[in-house]
């Protein structure tokens, strides 16, 4: 199969910021390293020092040093890292990795998730089967939408080409330091590079290039 460039993990991801780095390399796309989170989570979790982390519950690692509301709901397998913050009625619903100083907020849902370090998604927000990238940010009410709507495998739209992922389920991949505008819609598949901004009130589709503003579908402006 052609390797498209732009929407590998190396293109993608390209730091290290995330104590799921490891499982990130395995992989040459990102929507191949979604089914394995669960998996990596259980291994991982277990070489995790007693000294930083404390397990709770059903294979839930928290670090001692995160904050989490007492009203938060976590469900394992999860890793939740240092200084973390999980703010009131947060929903972890699994499969979950919250990076460093990551920030996952008031009545936010995660499902089968990687949040690099540094991560916001602090209001309203639903991120599911997705994989945010370093200190992105998600605007209030901005969400990935993870299933189609005819129910069929999500595909990657690269310019002309088509990227099958072979899953029902995919949301969005983000690079580091990417900026959601609130109120926004990511549908199932869509893959945004680094430095990129979103306006708010959008509904993205496909892959976003680095570095752009993204207005509406068919209009991206390069970043000055």
């Not at 191949?32 to 989570?41: D, K, Q, R």
């Not at 991560?119 to 209030?140: E, R």
């Not at 901005?142 to 189609?148: D, E, G, Q």
């Not at 990129?196 to 390069?222: D, F, H, M, W």
Request: charged share 20%; aromatic share 8%; proline share 4%.
């Amino acid at each position: 199969m052609k390797t498209i460039k732009e929407l590998t993990n190396k293109e993608i991801f390209a730091d290290e910021h995330t104590i799921a780095w490891e499982l990130i390399t395995w992989y040459q796309y990102p929507y191949e390293v979604l089914p394995n989170i669960g998996e990596y989570i259980l291994k991982f979790g277990e070489t995790l020092s007693e000294e930083l982390f404390d397990k709770k519950g059903d294979n839930i690692w928290i670090a001692k040093s995160a904050a989490v509301a007492p009203s938060a709901s976590i469900q394992g397998p999860a890793i939740i890292d240092e200084g973390a913050e999980i703010r009131h009625c947060a929903f972890i619903r699994g499969n979950a990795i919250v990076g460093k100083n990551a920030v996952v907020g008031n009545s936010t849902e995660l499902k089968n998730v990687i949040l690099f370090d540094g991560v916001q998604v602090p209001h309203y927000n639903y991120v599911g089967d997705s994989i945010l990238g370093y200190k992105s940010h998600m605007g209030a009410g901005s969400i990935t939408s993870n299933v189609k709507s005819d129910k069929t495998l999500v595909e990657i739209r690269c310019g002309e080409e088509k990227v099958k992922t072979g899953l029902k389920k995919m949301g969005a991949a983000l690079g580091s330091y990417v900026e959601i505008g609130c109120g926004s819609i990511l549908n199932p598949g869509t893959v945004i590079g680094s430095y990129t901004n979103v306006y708010p009130l959008s509904s993205v589709r496909g892959y976003v290039p680095g570095s752009s503003i993204y207005k509406r579908q068919g209009e991206i402006a390069e970043r000055e």
